[in-house]
């Protein structure tokens, strides 16, 4: 799994990205480009952001049970995986705005550094380590990258 708390790791993954255009296709899937980009900015709104309600205590509990090792383990998620409602993006997105927002929020990952991620607690998972953090960020990222062939 990719460190992105790690400079040359980073520098990989926005390479990746940088390879998008507006007319990449899926290899699987429902999204479109702008749609997976604005899904994977969900995992740092959640960070970053006060735009998401917090889960209660008792699907806080259920997620950590049976959620958690999925979300932020270092096995890959398998293709068309069931997504969590606050990550469903149906509405149209703009490609530039949504890439820029992604690699703004990875910038300032790498920027905040391990130290500020290990122990923080996550929105829906209680207290993650630095590495539960970098699998969760760099597992996601993966994933929807593969997803169109990046």
């Known amino acids: 799994m990719k460190n992105v708390f790690d400079q040359k790791e980073t520098a990989e993954i926005l390479e990746r990205i940088d390879k ?15 749609q997976m ?12 952001e006060e735009k998401h309600p917090k889960p209660n205590f008792l699907m806080k509990f259920m997620l ?7 979300v932020v383990g270092d096995k890959p998620y398998k293709k068309n995986s069931q ?13 530039e705005v949504e890439k820029t927002r992604l690699v703004n929020y990875i910038n300032k990952t790498l920027s905040l ?15 993650l380590s630095k590495t539960e953090w970098s699998n ?14 990046v």
Not at 23 to 34: E, I, T
Not at 64 to 70: G, S, Y
Not at 83 to 95: G, H, K, S
Request: one cysteine or more; a negative charge; proline letters at 4%.
């Open 64 to 70: 950590k049970i049976f959620v958690k090792d999925t």
């Open 37 to 48: 980009l604005a899904h994977c900015n969900v995992s740092y709104e959640l960070v970053y």
């Open 113 to 127: 550094g391990e130290a500020y991620f290990d122990g923080k607690a996550s929105h829906s998972f209680g207290l």
């Open 20 to 34: 998008l255009s507006p007319s990449s296709q899926p290899l699987w899937g429902k999204m479109n480009v702008a």
């Open 83 to 95: 997504t969590a409602p606050m990550f469903l993006i149906v509405d149209e997105r703009d490609f």
């Open 136 to 149: 969760m960020f760099a597992k996601h990222l993966d994933h929807h990258l593969n997803q169109f062939g």
